[in-house]
């Protein structure tokens, strides 16, 4: 089964900026719509930003104008691109196809903290 693995995050000030990825080695993803999400203590999963196999993209109101999300389809890879961080990005991020999402990965532990 496919498993996409995490990896970018960090500790960062308020304002800051990282950068994720999210891997699937030897699998081939192009076809799929992909989405980042992000899991906050006490509170459910909520998908912050979607790219879909042509490229569009859409965002949670709260991160529109910070978060880019992004894909390298010959990589397999999937990045989010998170400026302007502020404490309530603080969560665990996750990626996974939109449709027919596969087992999560761990994730990758986001820290915006000053």
């Known amino acids: 089964q496919v498993q996409f693995v995490e990896s970018g995050g960090g500790l960062v000030q308020p304002g800051g900026s990282l950068r994720l990825s999210c891997a699937a080695p030897?699998?081939?993803?192009?076809?799929?719509?992909m989405g980042w999400y992000r899991q906050a203590p006490g509170k459910q999963r909520e998908l912050v930003a979607r790219?879909?196999?042509?490229?569009?993209?859409t965002y949670v109101d709260s991160v529109k104008g910070r978060f880019t999300i992004s894909r390298d389809n010959a990589k397999n890879t999937v990045y989010l691109q998170m400026n302007s961080l502020k404490p309530e990005d603080t969560a665990v991020y996750y990626c996974?196809?939109?449709?027919?999402?596969?087992?999560w990965g761990q994730g990758t532990q986001v820290t915006v903290s000053s």
């Open positions: 996974n196809r939109i449709y027919s999402p596969t087992a």
């Open positions: 030897g699998r081939i993803f192009s076809a799929y719509a």
């Open positions: 790219i879909n196999s042509d490229g569009s993209t």
